[in-house]
Nanobody, 116 residues
Framework: QVQLVESGGGSVQPGGSLRLSCAAS????????MGWYRQAPGKQRELVAV???????NYADSVKGRFTISRNNAKNTVYLQMNSLRPEDTAVYLC??????????WGQGTQVTVSS
């Protein structure tokens, strides 16, 4: 079992920045990759960014150059730095942990709202 606790969401004006955090606990040794997904009202959940156990990162095209995923292994925490935010980035952002065995665990989600 893996527990994920997210923080850092909120409201910001277009062009602003936010940093999301996701702290993992439990069977962290079994985690292969951690990532951020988002889901806007009426839309499907989509991958935003992922970082593997080996430090390889991958981003959705829509956030490349604006978002950065990173991790602090000592704190078992993954971060998502979001810059140059746009109204279309508005969504619930969910932290995901994918296990070596292929199973998934999810955080409770944190709301990000970009509006003037």
């Amino acid at each position: 079992q893996v527990q994920l606790v997210e923080s850092g969401g909120g409201s910001v004006q277009p062009g602003g920045s936010l940093r999301l955090s996701c702290a993992a606990s439990g069977s962290i040794f079994s985690i292969n990759a951690m990532g951020w997904y988002r889901q806007a009202p009426g839309k499907q959940r989509e991958l935003v960014a992922v970082i593997t156990r080996g430090g390889i990162t991958n981003y959705a095209d829509s956030v490349k150059g604006r978002f950065t995923i990173s991790r602090n292994n000592a704190k078992n925490t993954v971060y998502l730095q979001m810059n140059s935010l746009r109204p279309e980035d508005t969504a619930v952002y969910l932290c995901n942990a994918r296990l070596i065995t292929g199973g998934d665990f999810w955080g409770q989600g944190t709301q990000v709202t970009v509006s003037s």
